[in-house]
């Protein structure tokens, strides 16, 4: 996977940054202490003893799974620090593994019988001063170039709206029911045990516009790029968030997203329509 080149960091004359994959066992817990920071002293999830005690979000799938990270660099110092990550966990190696992280939440039969070669992505964050345009387009470059590289058909994995009321985000649940369905033959179930219907409001009640702008920036990052959302809601109460399964097909990227990140990593993308 080639780094990207590096980009200013926006209102710091010394920080530049860019985008690879972890290389060592160092970078990896380092990616792993961001997480906690974001995810559990940021948003309030709920750390075990051993994480607590750690200061780090770890689980079994970390040794299997790559880890895209953003670092950035002081050019005066040197000094570089983890500032984002994904994790990135390809078919083959979930099947060596024996389940996608997803599983616990979703049935993904469909998705698996697709013949597609399928990417899942999780554990999505950025340190809450370096949530700028710049550093998720980083991140998605990355991703841009690992897809290619491993020629990925399709992408999915759960993202979340903080906290755990439903009725908080009815109008959003329902927007993306009615609007963004993932296509049936593909489409991702929630497990009887943690569905919930997103169908909650009937769609000529919805405001379409104000009901996207009013969701989460990555969620609506993703719907940018051609995502689709797969059936029912999930509730975390480890992390406190209302999870939707997103699914992403390469070939039905939009061409905009498609041909940006094509200049950017200086590939063809797969999946490309004739």
Same mark, same amino acid.
């Given at each position: 996977?080639?780094?990207?080149?590096?980009?200013?960091?926006?209102?710091?004359?010394?920080?530049?940054?860019?985008?690879?994959?972890?290389?060592?066992?160092?970078?990896?817990?380092?990616?792993?202490?961001?997480?906690?920071? @974001?995810?559990?002293?940021?948003?309030?999830?709920?750390?075990?003893?051993?994480?607590?005690?750690?200061?780090?979000?770890?689980?079994? =799938?970390?040794?299997?799974?790559?880890?895209?990270?953003?670092?950035?660099?002081?050019?005066?110092?040197?000094?570089?620090?983890?500032?984002?990550?994904?994790?990135?966990?390809?078919?083959?190696?979930?099947?060596?593994?024996?389940? =996608?992280?997803?599983?616990?939440?979703?049935?993904?039969?469909?998705?698996?019988?697709?013949?597609?070669?399928?990417?899942?992505?999780?554990?999505?964050?950025?340190?809450?001063?370096?949530?700028?345009?710049?550093?998720?387009?980083?991140?998605?470059?990355?991703?841009?170039?690992?897809?290619?590289?491993?020629?990925?058909?399709?992408?999915?994995?759960?993202?979340? =709206?903080?906290?755990?009321?439903?009725?908080?985000?009815?109008?959003?649940?329902?927007?993306?029911?009615?609007?963004?369905?993932?296509?049936?033959?593909?489409?991702?179930?929630?497990?009887?045990?943690?569905? @919930?219907?997103?169908?909650?409001?009937?769609?000529?009640?919805?405001?379409?516009?104000?009901?996207?702008?009013?969701?989460?920036?990555?969620?609506?990052?993703?719907?940018?790029?051609?995502?689709?959302?797969?059936?029912?809601?999930?509730?975390?109460?480890? =992390?406190?968030?209302?999870?939707?399964?997103?699914?992403?097909?390469?070939?039905?990227?939009?061409?905009?997203?498609?041909?940006?990140?094509?200049?950017?990593?200086?590939?063809?993308?797969?999946?490309?329509?004739?």
């Amino acid at each position: 996977m080639i780094e990207s080149s590096a980009i200013a960091v926006p209102n710091n004359d010394y920080l530049s940054a860019y985008v690879r994959l972890a290389r060592t066992a160092d970078e990896i817990v380092e990616a792993q202490k961001l997480r906690y920071q @974001v995810f559990y002293e940021e948003y309030g999830a709920k750390p075990n003893a051993e994480m607590k005690a750690q200061e780090r979000d770890f689980d079994d =799938f970390d040794d299997i799974t790559d880890h895209l990270i953003v670092l950035t660099k002081n050019s005066q110092t040197n000094e570089e620090q983890i500032v984002g990550t994904y994790r990135l966990l390809r078919q083959n190696i979930a099947e060596e593994h024996g389940r =996608f992280y997803s599983d616990g939440e979703y049935n993904l039969d469909k998705l698996i019988a697709s013949d597609q070669y399928l990417l899942e992505l999780g554990r999505s964050c950025v340190l809450a001063e370096y949530r700028t345009k710049p550093i998720l387009n980083l991140l998605w470059q990355g991703i841009a170039d690992y897809i290619t590289e491993y020629k990925i058909d399709l992408l999915f994995g759960c993202a979340s =709206f903080q906290g755990v009321d439903v009725d908080a985000i009815s109008t959003q649940l329902s927007y993306l029911h009615h609007f963004h369905p993932t296509p049936e033959d593909v489409r991702p179930i929630a497990l009887k045990e943690h569905y @919930v219907d997103m169908n909650i409001l009937p769609k000529e009640s919805l405001n379409e516009r104000r009901a996207f702008a009013s969701l989460p920036p990555l969620i609506k990052g993703y719907l940018r790029l051609g995502a689709t959302i797969g059936e029912g809601a999930v509730i975390d109460h480890q =992390f406190d968030t209302i999870d939707v399964c997103i699914v992403v097909q390469t070939s039905l990227m939009t061409d905009r997203y498609r041909k940006y990140y094509e200049r950017k990593i200086q590939k063809t993308m797969p999946g490309q329509k004739s």
